[in-house]
C-alpha cells in the first residue's frame, strides 16, 4: 500500500512553463511559517517580550544559516572532493545535496548572530528553535520520500518501497518516513510537552533534549538506512555510517547542555526592556505626581 502511495507521487507539484513548483521546496517554506507561529507562540505562553521585528530578524538570519550550513556540510563531508574540483557547483542546489548537521550548525552559528541582533539570551532563542524544528524536519523527511532521495536498506516487510532508479527495483525500508516519525512527529511531541511547564524550564533544557533524541535517533535509524553510494559504510564494517559518525558529537552536547541547564538555571529571558522608556516613564509619573501636589496646595 505505501509502495503504491509513492509510485502515485510526483516530487512536481505543477509546472507553468520553465518554472516548477517542487514538494522539496515547498517542504521548506511551510517548515519556516510554522516554526515561526510557533515560536510566536511560545514567547506568548512564556510570558516573553517579543514583538514582529525580532521574530523577522531571527528568521533572516536562521533561513540563511540552515542553507548555507546544510549546503556546505553536504559538499565538504559527502561531496567525496567533487566540490574542490569544481567549486561553482555548490552553487548548483537544483541539483540536490543538503545536510541537515551541516544546517543545524549552521542555525546556531546564524543565532548567536540573531541573539546580538535582538538582544533576547541565546539559548531562549535556542530552546524555542529548538521545539519548533521538529516540524520542519517532518516536512523535510516527507519531501525526501516523494522525491525518492535517501532510502533504506532492502526489506522484505510489506511495507517497503520500490523507488526504482539507483535504488534498483528491490523493495526497500522507506527510511524516510521513519525519520519523519522519530525526528519529527515523537521529538516534537516531546519537547512541546517538556515547554508547557510554567514557569517555563531553565534555558538550554529543550535545546539539550532536542540534541540527544535526535542523535539517538538518526543513529539508530541509519542501521536500515542506505548510506551515500560515494562513501559506504566506514571502518571496514558493514554498518557504521558517516550518519552515525555524526550524530555521537550531538548526542555528547546535548547532555552538556542540559547539564548546563540544570545547573544554572538561567530564566528564559525575551527582548531587553528598554531603560530609557522605563526611566522616561518613572519620569513622568514624579512629575504627575508633582503637579498633583501643587494643585493639591492651590
Same mark, same amino acid.
Given at each position: 500500500? /505505501?509502495?503504491?502511495?509513492?509510485? $502515485?507521487? !510526483? #516530487?512536481?507539484?505543477?509546472? &507553468?512553463?520553465?518554472?516548477?513548483?517542487?514538494?522539496?521546496?515547498? $517542504?521548506?517554506?511551510?517548515?519556516?511559517?510554522?516554526?515561526?507561529?510557533?515560536?510566536? %507562540?511560545?514567547?506568548?505562553?512564556?510570558?516573553?517580550?517579543?514583538?514582529?521585528?525580532?521574530?523577522?530578524?531571527?528568521?533572516?538570519? *536562521?533561513? *540563511?544559516?540552515?542553507?548555507?550550513?546544510? %549546503?556546505?556540510?553536504?559538499?565538504?563531508?559527502?561531496?567525496?572532493?567533487?566540490?574542490?574540483?569544481?567549486?561553482?557547483?555548490?552553487?548548483?542546489?537544483?541539483?540536490?545535496?543538503?545536510?541537515?548537521?551541516?544546517?543545524?550548525?549552521?542555525?546556531?552559528?546564524?543565532?548567536?548572530?540573531?541573539?546580538? /541582533? =535582538? +538582544?533576547?539570551?541565546?539559548?531562549?532563542?535556542?530552546?524555542?528553535?529548538?521545539?519548533?524544528?521538529?516540524?520542519?524536519?517532518?516536512?523535510?523527511?516527507?519531501?525526501?520520500?516523494?522525491?525518492?532521495?535517501?532510502?533504506? $536498506?532492502?526489506?522484505?516487510? #510489506?511495507?517497503?518501497? *520500490?523507488?526504482?532508479?539507483?535504488?534498483?527495483?528491490?523493495?526497500?525500508?522507506?527510511? @524516510?518516513?521513519?525519520?519523519?516519525? /522519530?525526528?519529527?512527529?515523537?521529538?516534537?511531541?516531546?519537547?512541546?510537552?517538556?515547554?508547557?511547564?510554567? #514557569?517555563?524550564?531553565?534555558?538550554? =533544557?529543550?535545546?539539550?533534549?532536542?540534541?540527544?533524541?535526535? +542523535?539517538?535517533?538518526?543513529?539508530? &535509524?541509519?542501521?536500515?538506512?542506505?548510506?551515500?553510494?560515494?562513501?559506504?559504510?566506514?571502518?571496514?564494517?558493514?554498518?557504521? =555510517?558517516?550518519?552515525?559518525?555524526?550524530?555521537?558529537?550531538?548526542? &555528547?552536547? +546535548?547532555?552538556?547542555?542540559? $547539564?548546563?541547564? &540544570? =545547573?544554572?538555571?538561567? #530564566? @528564559?529571558?525575551?527582548?531587553?526592556?528598554?531603560?530609557?522608556? *522605563?526611566?522616561?516613564?518613572?519620569?513622568?509619573?514624579?512629575?504627575?505626581?508633582? !503637579?498633583?501636589?501643587? !494643585?493639591?496646595?492651590?
Amino acid at each position: 500500500m /505505501l509502495n503504491d502511495l509513492y509510485q $502515485a507521487l !510526483d #516530487p512536481v507539484i505543477f509546472s &507553468i512553463g520553465p518554472f516548477s513548483v517542487r514538494w522539496y521546496g515547498l $517542504a521548506y517554506i511551510l517548515g519556516f511559517i510554522v516554526c515561526a507561529f510557533i515560536m510566536w %507562540r511560545l514567547a506568548k505562553r512564556w510570558k516573553l517580550r517579543f514583538d514582529s521585528d525580532a521574530l523577522l530578524t531571527i528568521f533572516l538570519c *536562521v533561513i *540563511v544559516g540552515i542553507i548555507v550550513g546544510a %549546503r556546505l556540510g553536504y559538499c565538504l563531508v559527502y561531496g567525496d572532493g567533487k566540490y574542490f574540483a569544481d567549486p561553482l557547483s555548490i552553487l548548483a542546489l537544483n541539483q540536490g545535496g543538503m545536510s541537515f548537521h551541516g544546517g543545524l550548525i549552521g542555525a546556531l552559528i546564524a543565532g548567536i548572530v540573531a541573539a546580538k /541582533l =535582538t +538582544g533576547i539570551p541565546y539559548l531562549t532563542l535556542a530552546d524555542m528553535g529548538a521545539i519548533a524544528a521538529p516540524v520542519g524536519l517532518f516536512f523535510g523527511r516527507c519531501a525526501n520520500f516523494i522525491n525518492g532521495e535517501l532510502w533504506g $536498506a532492502p526489506t522484505d516487510l #510489506p511495507w517497503g518501497v *520500490v523507488f526504482g532508479g539507483a535504488a534498483g527495483t528491490m523493495a526497500r525500508h522507506p527510511s @524516510q518516513l521513519y525519520e519523519a516519525l /522519530l525526528e519529527g512527529v515523537v521529538l516534537f511531541i516531546v519537547l512541546f510537552v517538556l515547554s508547557r511547564k510554567m #514557569p517555563p524550564r531553565s534555558r538550554g =533544557t529543550h535545546l539539550g533534549v532536542f540534541l540527544i533524541l535526535y +542523535g539517538v535517533f538518526r543513529f539508530a &535509524i541509519e542501521f536500515v538506512r542506505q548510506p551515500d553510494a560515494q562513501l559506504g559504510y566506514l571502518l571496514g564494517t558493514d554498518w557504521l =555510517t558517516m550518519g552515525q559518525v555524526l550524530s555521537v558529537p550531538l548526542v &555528547i552536547a +546535548g547532555i552538556c547542555v542540559l $547539564a548546563f541547564a &540544570i =545547573t544554572h538555571k538561567l #530564566p @528564559q529571558r525575551g527582548l531587553p526592556i528598554d531603560e530609557s522608556s *522605563v526611566v522616561g516613564a518613572a519620569v513622568g509619573e514624579d512629575a504627575g505626581e508633582a !503637579d498633583n501636589a501643587a !494643585d493639591s496646595e492651590r
